[in-house]
């Protein structure tokens, strides 16, 4: 499971994931999404791939569970 994280959450500078593909089961597995981003402005955006989550509906990383795989945090400058 992947599981995106802004920084900020909102406004200048943040960017958010939506449209995750999904599993055969219809739960969120988000190998594809459609980034949107907000207002020009700094900020940071995080990708989480998570082993065996226990909450795949999860919105969040912490309340996903499971074993983090992979953990990378980008720059981001919306011009």
């Known amino acids: 499971l992947f599981l ?11 960017v ?4 995750g ?3 055969k089961n219809a739960a969120p597995l988000n190998q594809s999404f459609v980034l949107n ?6 900020g940071k955006f995080q990708v ?8 795949k509906n999860a919105t969040s990383i912490n309340a996903a569970g499971g074993e983090t795989d992979l953990d990378a945090t980008f720059p981001v400058l919306i011009q």
């Open 37 to 42: 981003t907000n207002a020009a402005g700094a």
């Open 48 to 55: 989480v791939l998570l082993h065996e989550p226990s909450n």
């Open 4 to 14: 995106f994280s802004s920084n900020p959450i909102a406004g200048a500078g943040s």
């Open 16 to 19: 958010f994931a939506t449209n």
């Open 21 to 23: 593909n999904k599993d």
